[in-house]
């Protein structure tokens, strides 16, 4: 079994569990701290803090979860055909201020979505003793953003497909039935296009993500402490439909306040 499958398997079977387990434990494996905790980052500026917390740290997870899948694998005699596989790893910017990482989540267990937000203002109020606020919550629509017009997928198709015949054909009286093989095209294009669609609504309007967004899992934050301030953005970027565990691209961006 390839690594990154099995992660998640293991991830699924995790997801699974939040049916009966407790909201606490299930925020502390999805990576939420408390004060005790954050409060060890305090000699690390905002800048280090994203990049410590988000993408050194969360690669070295990633690794020991691929380490251990690697160890089981061997043991139940499973052959790895591919060993540099990994689950999917955060990636950072050039200029190391930004981080973009991938959160699972179903309608129950969300608490990936609401990671960063909860780690960065436990941060800012545990290690940086200072006051976190939203600046701009996330308000845009997903679901439209992310899912196609059928009409332009029918039209685009049809036409895309009956020009293709033509400049293949030429004029060889042959329009009628091209423009039935462009039209049956063009029906199968919206269909596949109308089931991503469904999937997305489904994925998106799931209870989890609502939940996420109602407590304030994405926008733009603040922290003013004594003599400065620093803020966050923290945006989903790209949506990874799925009929079991749909996942989201997260963005963690620092800046100075007055960026």
């Not at 966050?232 to 790209?238: D, F, G, N």
Request: charged share 25%; glycine share 6%; with cysteine.
């Amino acid at each position: 079994m390839k690594p990154i499958l099995a992660a998640r398997l293991v991830l699924a079977a995790l997801l699974a569990f939040c049916a009966t387990g407790c909201t606490s434990t299930l925020r502390s494996l999805a990576g939420h701290m408390d004060s005790e905790r954050a409060a060890r980052y305090a000699s690390l500026s905002p800048e280090e803090f994203v990049k410590t917390r988000f993408y050194t740290e969360e690669i070295g997870v990633l690794d020991h979860i691929s380490d251990g899948l690697t160890k089981v694998n061997s043991m139940l005699g499973v052959k790895n055909n591919s060993s540099d596989e990994r689950p999917v790893r955060p990636a950072i910017s050039e200029d190391g201020r930004t981080v973009i990482s991938r959160a699972y989540y179903n309608d129950v267990n969300y608490h990936q979505l609401t990671q960063p937000r909860q780690n960065l203002q436990m941060y800012c109020e545990a290690a940086r003793r200072g006051q976190w606020n939203g600046v701009r919550r996330y308000t845009d629509d997903p679901i439209a953003a992310a899912q196609s017009d059928l009409f332009a997928v029918y039209t685009e198709t049809e036409l895309q497909v009956f020009d293709n015949l033509q400049r293949q054909n030429g004029d060889s009286g042959y329009a009628p039935a091209e423009a039935e093989l462009a039209a049956t095209a063009a029906a199968i294009a919206t269909r596949r296009a109308a089931t991503r669609n469904e999937l997305i609504a489904s994925a998106y309007a799931g209870s989890g993500f609502r939940k996420a967004i109602d407590e304030g899992a994405f926008g733009v934050f603040r922290c003013d402490e004594a003599t400065s301030s620093w803020s966050v953005s923290v945006l989903p970027l790209k949506f990874y439909p799925s009929l079991d565990v749909p996942s989201i691209l997260v963005g963690i961006r620092q800046f100075r306040a007055e960026e």
